[in-house]
């Protein structure tokens, strides 16, 4: 496990996004030839699958945005924010101003990413069936779970310019999604439409919801390393894979240090060592890490206070 953190991450780490962002356009042009030359499912399937994962990726990057850390030109940083939300469905605005909460009150009642897990009162059928749709319609639950937030009585997000300079992106949203769809309409490619973009973006926006469970849902700590599953892989593989999700992996040190870039995470995995009996060291992969998160969702719940809860029922 790599615990320096006074060595300059190497540029590679460094230009992840954009490494990701130039693999995910070559492979829809690869998509794209195999589609116009009818090839086989087993050719396509496994570009959707990369293209997928590649817009896992870039949705990180959607994140690292949101912090100010994708881009060191705010006006890019902000630019950038808004067209990766346009194509996920999401306002860079909206998603900033309630991820903040995941951040300020994590796994308490006032974490609106974790709704509705962290409510005691709510009864189990609805938080199962919250889990069922957001592990299997996540590009639809997503945008959901956060306009709930920005919509619902007592909102959050009550600054009068922040609500509306997310209406307007709202608004630009509507309007670009007009234009694709009847472009699409017009030269009718919904062939390409679907296979390019749909079916990538949902496998996408899944995996996203999935990272998050194994991140959060099931642990009920009072620590961030006790409400938070981090995977420190030591193959290769599990690198690639670090770094093409942004160093997402290591996300206990992104809650121990907000403003961190990515590339400096895993200097610091040192940080996600146990240093109490509920906290748990880092799991070797993504499917160690899994197979632990799978046993809550029979009762998905997050946060140490459904230990008090418990106690006084």
């Known amino acids: 496990m790599n615990t320096s953190s006074s060595i300059e991450p190497h540029w590679v780490s460094r230009s992840a996004f954009q490494i990701v962002v130039f693999l995910f356009l070559f492979t829809e042009i690869g998509l794209a030839a195999a589609l116009y030359r009818d090839a086989s499912l087993w050719v396509v399937i496994p570009l959707v699958l990369l293209a997928s994962h590649l817009m896992h990726g870039a949705a990180v990057g959607f994140h690292e945005a949101t912090h100010g850390l994708l881009r060191r030109n705010r006006r890019f940083n902000e630019f950038d924010g808004v067209l990766l939300g346009v194509f996920s469905f999401m306002s860079f605005s909206l998603y900033r101003a309630a991820h903040q909460t995941h951040h300020a009150y994590f796994a308490t009642e006032r974490d609106e990413e974790l709704w509705p897990f962290v409510f005691t009162e709510k009864p189990r059928w609805a ?53 694709i769809v009847a472009a699409v309409a017009y030269a009718e490619v919904w062939r390409y ?77 040192a940080e996600l060592l146990p240093v109490s009996p509920e906290e748990r060291p880092p799991f070797p992969s993504y499917r160690h890490a899994m197979l632990d998160m799978l046993r809550s969702l029979a009762d998905p719940r997050v946060g140490a206070h459904w230990h008090t809860s418990r106690l006084q029922s």
């Not at 639950?141 to 209406?167: C, D, E, M, N, Q």
């Not at 599990?238 to 403003?259: K, N, S």
Request: hydrophobic share 50%; net charge positive.
């Open 193 to 269: 439409f679907v296979w390019m973009y749909l079916v990538p973006a949902a496998v996408a926006a899944n995996l996203q919801t999935w990272r998050k469970y194994i991140e959060h849902v099931g642990l009920t700590g009072g620590t961030v390393n006790s409400a938070t599953r981090n995977i420190v892989s030591e193959g290769w593989w599990g690198r690639v894979v670090a770094f093409t999700l942004l160093h997402e992996p290591f996300h206990g040190v992104h809650h121990l240090h907000v403003g961190l870039s990515h590339a400096e995470l895993p200097q610091r995995a």
């Open 127 to 179: 938080r199962v069936l919250a889990a069922v749709l957001e592990l299997t319609l996540g590009l639809f639950f997503t945008p959901f779970l956060f306009l709930r937030s920005f919509l619902r009585a007592g909102s959050p997000i009550r600054s009068k310019k922040v609500r509306r300079r997310i209406w307007m992106e709202l608004t630009l949203m509507v309007v670009v999604w007009i234009g």
